[in-house]
């Protein structure tokens, strides 16, 4: 059994775990204890439940009995067939989101959605002719409708392309049109997925995996870039700011709202709503002192880049959240949210809101936010909120003070601006070493590892080395709390950093946004390779996701390889079973796509790894290692 200590790194969450064993309230960590040890097979992902002539299992055992399943698919093809699936539901989850915000802008160009609107005209305009929509005097709205059309065809079926390839260096291109990779649209390449793993189909692992690799450069060239590119139009591209983090954001005498799930669409107009006057006066007349909105995961990640509105925690923290007794409403759209919280939510006051057709939880209560009625809906919620201010059982309250001061907004748009306008004083920073290469950490918590140590570990690591970090995600409020995110970090960083980041004023792990957000990454390091006349497989450049949990987060990390962007993953996806599927991943890729994965659950040896990468890549540009 593993000590509190070793469940979390953080005394909030060690708090909050005490309180809620006291309490007798159950969270991630018991319950992972009690489905611990886990099948033995569905690790190996040689479990097969894609037909009825089954369940199937592969025996690990070579030689022995079980080898094939009743159809005659070897483990190869049913780990294969597993993953295949297991990326078709991350790239489905951020793609679908993507589209949330197509609907919103058409809307608005529709005059439908009178509570949206166009906050980043600027960019707006960019985008439309980046993507061949005329722009010249046509009123903003016409200009949208063109836009969200464009943009409706990327998921459809008469493509030979999605349209934000053409960010993509050439060369990158040619890979992935010889390998049969190039995304074509984004519920295409999902349904294709669906069809090759029914029973009968692609019975070969590398052809499914080409697939599954193309499936999630569907998701990060077009699905998450879509989020983001209309994220920003609609709410404002992210600029510098500073704000909080940790559990300590909650107020003893205030309304506390937390914002949890994924899209801006819902969690923006929550925070609209709470700002009303009339709201705020309803909370004072019940005795609080204010409304104080909260974000939890990566809707918090949209609020705080945007909005600056503090960060109450990542994926781990949601429950423990609730464990404070300080919250009135978690209020939720979809994606990584526990359907534990509506029973934790039930041994509080706390109202746990829905509002997504997409994402019902049984037992909570549900309010059906469309982009026509938004304000309407988010005026309901607070009040409601407000409303459960005068259940809180205050003798049950206990909200751990830390307040962490984090930076926030760095957008690519921010980036540039801050070295000037172009990429060119960055690769420079980088050519002569000072910036030796740089790293994105992104994603999750798993209750299998002690909450951030590998997230937090990995980043310091990475730092001191003078690799310059971009997180996303739930990594944010684990480099948050360790200090990372405020330009005194650089005090943990190697020299390079400390000059390059002093100079400009800027933490040495630099917020770029949520998950969807990590299109931004893509789209900067298309950027510098385009800058340096290269591929991308040529920067010194990796990724990360240490605690990953999630089928998003291999849809990430396997775009992320297949655009020939190295991946560090703290533990391996269910392919163990296979070793055409195990080699081709941590081995195989590297031929292809010029990337591959790379296993490894300690955080010194993780960044010994990487740094090896980023200096044969730094040695293959002629530049000092
Ligand atoms: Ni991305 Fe991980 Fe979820 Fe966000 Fe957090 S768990 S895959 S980081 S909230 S999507």
């Given at each position: 059994?593993r000590?509190?200590?070793?469940?979390?790194?953080?005394?909030?969450?060690?708090a909050m775990i005490?309180?809620?064993?006291?309490?007798?309230?159950?969270t991630?960590?018991?319950?992972?204890?009690?489905q611990?040890?886990?099948?033995?097979?569905?690790?190996?992902?040689?479990?097969?439940?894609?037909?009825?002539?089954?369940?199937?299992?592969?025996?690990?055992k070579?030689?022995?009995?079980?080898?094939?399943?009743?159809?005659?698919?070897?483990?190869?093809v049913v780990?294969?067939?597993?993953?295949?699936?297991?990326?078709a539901?991350?790239?489905?989850?951020?793609?679908d989101h993507?589209?949330?915000?197509?609907?919103?802008?058409?809307?608005v160009?529709?005059g439908q959605?009178?509570?949206?609107?166009?906050?980043?005209?600027?960019?707006?305009?960019?985008?439309?002719?980046?993507?061949?929509?005329?722009?010249?005097?046509?009123?903003?709205?016409?200009?949208?409708?063109d836009?969200?059309?464009?943009?409706f065809?990327?998921?459809?079926?008469?493509k030979?392309?999605?349209?934000?390839l053409?960010?993509?260096?050439a060369?990158r291109?040619?890979?992935?049109?010889?390998?049969?990779?190039t995304?074509?649209?984004?519920?295409?390449?999902?349904?294709?997925?669906?069809?090759?793993?029914?029973?009968?189909?692609?019975?070969d692992?590398?052809?499914?995996?080409?697939?599954?690799?193309r499936?999630?450069?569907?998701?990060?060239?077009?699905?998450s870039m879509?989020?983001?590119?209309?994220?920003?139009?609609?709410?404002?591209?992210?600029?510098?700011?500073?704000?909080?983090?940790?559990?300590?954001?909650l107020?003893?005498?205030?309304?506390?709202?937390l914002a949890?799930?994924?899209?801006?669409?819902v969690?923006?107009m929550?925070?609209?709503?709470?700002?009303?006057?009339?709201?705020?006066?309803?909370?004072?007349?019940?005795?609080?002192?204010?409304?104080n909105?909260?974000?939890?995961?990566?809707?918090?990640?949209e609020?705080?880049?945007?909005?600056?509105?503090?960060?109450?925690?990542n994926h781990?923290?949601?429950e423990?959240?609730i464990?404070?007794?300080?919250?009135?409403?978690?209020?939720?759209?979809?994606?990584?949210?526990?359907?534990?919280?509506?029973?934790i939510?039930?041994?509080?006051?706390?109202?746990?809101?829905t509002t997504?057709?997409?994402?019902r939880f049984?037992g909570?209560?549900?309010?059906d936010?469309?982009?026509?009625?938004?304000m309407?809906?988010?005026?309901?919620?607070?009040?409601?909120?407000?409303?459960?201010?005068?259940?809180?059982?205050?003798?049950?309250?206990?909200?751990?003070d830390?307040?962490?001061?984090?930076?926030?907004?760095?957008?690519?748009e921010?980036?540039?601006?801050?070295?000037?306008g172009?990429?060119?004083?960055?690769?420079?920073?980088?050519?002569r070493?000072?910036?030796?290469?740089?790293?994105?950490i992104?994603?999750?918590?798993?209750?299998?590892?002690?909450?951030?140590?590998?997230?937090v570990?990995?980043?310091?690591?990475?730092?001191?080395?003078?690799?310059?970090?971009?997180?996303?995600?739930?990594?944010?409020?684990?480099?948050?709390?360790?200090?990372?995110?405020?330009?005194?970090?650089i005090?943990?960083?190697?020299?390079g950093?400390?000059?390059v980041?002093?100079?400009?004023g800027i933490?040495?792990?630099?917020?770029?946004?949520?998950?969807?957000?990590?299109?931004?990454?893509?789209?900067?390091?298309?950027?510098?390779?385009?800058?340096?006349?290269?591929?991308?497989?040529d920067?010194p450049?990796a990724?990360?996701?240490?605690?990953?949990?999630?089928e998003?987060?291999?849809a990430?990390?396997?775009?992320?390889v297949?655009?020939?962007?190295?991946?560090?993953l703290?533990?391996p996806?269910n392919?163990?079973?296979?070793d055409?599927?195990?080699?081709l991943?941590?081995?195989?890729?590297?031929?292809?796509?010029?990337?591959?994965?790379?296993?490894?659950?300690?955080?010194?040896?993780?960044a010994e790894r990487?740094?090896r990468?980023?200096?044969?890549?730094?040695?293959?540009?002629?530049w000092?290692?």
């Amino acid at each position: 059994k593993r000590t509190v200590e070793e469940l979390s790194m953080w005394d909030d969450a060690r708090a909050m775990i005490k309180k809620a064993r006291t309490e007798g309230i159950e969270t991630a960590w018991e319950r992972l204890e009690q489905q611990t040890p886990h099948c033995k097979f569905c690790e190996l992902g040689t479990t097969c439940r894609n037909c009825t002539m089954g369940p199937c299992r592969i025996s690990p055992k070579k030689g022995g009995k079980m080898q094939r399943g009743v159809c005659g698919a070897d483990a190869d093809v049913v780990v294969a067939r597993n993953f295949g699936r297991f990326i078709a539901g991350g790239a489905a989850g951020h793609s679908d989101h993507g589209r949330d915000l197509i609907e919103v802008l058409a809307g608005v160009a529709e005059g439908q959605c009178p509570d949206y609107g166009i906050r980043d005209r600027d960019k707006l305009m960019r985008i439309a002719g980046e993507l061949g929509v005329e722009t010249g005097d046509r009123p903003d709205t016409e200009i949208a409708g063109d836009l969200a059309e464009v943009l409706f065809g990327d998921f459809g079926s008469r493509k030979a392309e999605v349209a934000f390839l053409q960010r993509v260096p050439a060369r990158r291109r040619e890979t992935w049109k010889e390998l049969g990779m190039t995304p074509r649209g984004v519920d295409r390449e999902i349904a294709e997925m669906m069809h090759r793993t029914h029973m009968g189909c692609d019975n070969d692992a590398p052809s499914t995996l080409i697939h599954a690799a193309r499936t999630a450069l569907a998701d990060g060239w077009a699905g998450s870039m879509i989020g983001t590119e209309l994220s920003d139009i609609i709410f404002g591209t992210p600029t510098p700011s500073k704000s909080t983090a940790s559990l300590g954001v909650l107020k003893k005498d205030q309304v506390n709202i937390l914002a949890h799930g994924h899209n801006p669409v819902v969690s923006e107009m929550i925070l609209a709503a709470a700002r009303l006057p009339e709201l705020v006066d309803r909370a004072r007349a019940v005795g609080a002192s204010g409304i104080n909105v909260c974000g939890l995961c990566c809707t918090g990640n949209e609020l705080l880049m945007r909005q600056g509105i503090p960060m109450a925690g990542n994926h781990l923290m949601t429950e423990l959240s609730i464990v404070t007794g300080a919250v009135e409403a978690v209020v939720v759209d979809y994606q990584c949210i526990m359907p534990s919280m509506v029973q934790i939510s039930g041994c509080y006051h706390t109202r746990f809101i829905t509002t997504s057709g997409k994402a019902r939880f049984t037992g909570a209560t549900h309010f059906d936010i469309h982009p026509e009625n938004a304000m309407e809906k988010a005026t309901e919620i607070v009040s409601m909120a407000v409303d459960a201010f005068a259940e809180r059982d205050a003798s049950r309250v206990d909200i751990p003070d830390a307040q962490v001061p984090i930076m926030t907004g760095f957008s690519n748009e921010a980036i540039l601006a801050a070295v000037g306008g172009t990429p060119d004083p960055l690769i420079e920073a980088m050519e002569r070493g000072a910036i030796r290469g740089v790293v994105g950490i992104v994603g999750c918590n798993n209750p299998k590892f002690t909450q951030d140590a590998l997230n937090v570990g990995l980043a310091k690591a990475l730092i001191k080395k003078d690799i310059l970090v971009l997180v996303t995600g739930c990594v944010t409020t684990a480099a948050g709390k360790a200090g990372l995110l405020v330009p005194e970090g650089i005090d943990m960083a190697g020299p390079g950093l400390k000059e390059v980041c002093g100079s400009l004023g800027i933490p040495p792990v630099l917020h770029m946004g949520s998950c969807v957000d990590n299109a931004r990454i893509l789209q900067l390091c298309a950027l510098l390779a385009e800058t340096c006349g290269v591929d991308i497989s040529d920067l010194p450049v990796a990724a990360s996701s240490p605690e990953w949990y999630s089928e998003k987060a291999a849809a990430i990390g396997l775009y992320a390889v297949a655009s020939g962007i190295e991946t560090h993953l703290g533990h391996p996806p269910n392919i163990l079973g296979s070793d055409t599927v195990t080699h081709l991943a941590t081995e195989g890729l590297e031929d292809l796509v010029g990337a591959r994965f790379i296993i490894e659950k300690d955080p010194e040896e993780a960044a010994e790894r990487l740094d090896r990468r980023i200096t044969a890549k730094r040695v293959g540009l002629g530049w000092t290692p």
